[in-house]
């Protein structure tokens, strides 16, 4: 296999099996540790759109890769409706290039990819299940930027304790960010930790920046014992403003 370098991108798009419509692209940051060291998770906190995807990337990615991969799955009689997740990684020559396909949605790109649709997703979905797709007006998504920072458990991605009780979450959503459970589980009426990867807190803004600072403003109001985060996610757009 081909070494390849560069940043990854997460395009996730719909079908309906005849026509393939790309969502915001987003970029998520695997690695346990700030400054992508350590051991890959999950993802441990994605933000879009992702600058890197420039409408002419985007074009190519389209022509490139989703549109050949939805004409070979007609090819070989398969009838897939629903997301179709290219995970991929831009070169440094600007050239992208498939590390995988998923069947479903990403996590945690997924959070900062939602807040941003205008398009009613049932509307998304629905015309996905019905072959409807092209007849759907073109899917539109609000000005401004998304932010997802997940809280995970100590240890994560390797051996973790369970069962750690969560507080803070009304406080975080005061801030005007929205809080998804992931590895939690209620334990005589509390918010307990169940997973690896507990809570994914969504900040949305003009900016990445913003929507950045308002998924930590609201990280901070959360607490569980072991509790871990990275607190560099988007830091390649931010590097860039500066
Ligand atoms: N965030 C990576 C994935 O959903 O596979």
Redesign the pocket.
């Known amino acids: 296999e081909e070494c390849v370098t560069g940043q990854e991108v997460?395009v996730l798009a719909v079908t309906d099996g005849l026509t393939v419509r790309p969502l915001l692209p987003a970029q998520?940051h695997?690695r346990i540790g700030e400054g992508d060291t350590g051991p890959n998770t999950?993802?441990m906190g994605?933000y879009a759109p992702a600058p890197i995807v420039t409408p002419e990337l985007s074009t190519r990615i389209e022509k490139e890769i989703l549109n050949p991969t939805l004409e070979a799955l007609k090819v070989r009689g398969i009838d897939y409706r629903g997301v179709l997740?290219a995970?991929l990684m831009i070169t440094p020559e600007g050239n992208p290039t498939v590390l995988e396909f998923?069947c479903r949605?990403?996590?945690?790109?997924t959070q900062a990819i939602l807040p941003l649709l205008e398009t009613p997703l049932d509307q998304v979905l629905l015309a996905c299940t019905q072959q409807r797709l092209a007849q759907l007006p073109t899917i539109t998504w609000k000005q401004g930027a998304a932010a997802c920072v997940i809280a995970a458990s100590k240890g994560y991605p390797g051996a973790y304790e369970k069962g750690k009780v969560i507080t803070g979450i009304e406080q975080a959503e005061q801030h005007g960010a929205v809080v998804c459970s992931a590895g939690t589980t209620l334990k005589q009426q509390e918010l307990v930790t169940s997973g690896g990867r507990v809570l994914g807190v969504t900040g949305t803004g003009e900016t990445i920046a913003q929507a950045l600072s308002v998924a930590y403003s609201a990280m901070d109001c959360i607490q569980f014992e072991g509790m871990y985060y990275r607190r560099d996610i988007g830091y390649r757009v931010l590097q860039d403003v500066d």
Do not use: L, T, V
Not at 105 to 109: A, L, R, T, V, W
């Open positions: 997460s998520d695997k999950g993802g994605a997740y995970g998923n949605f990403g996590d945690p790109e």
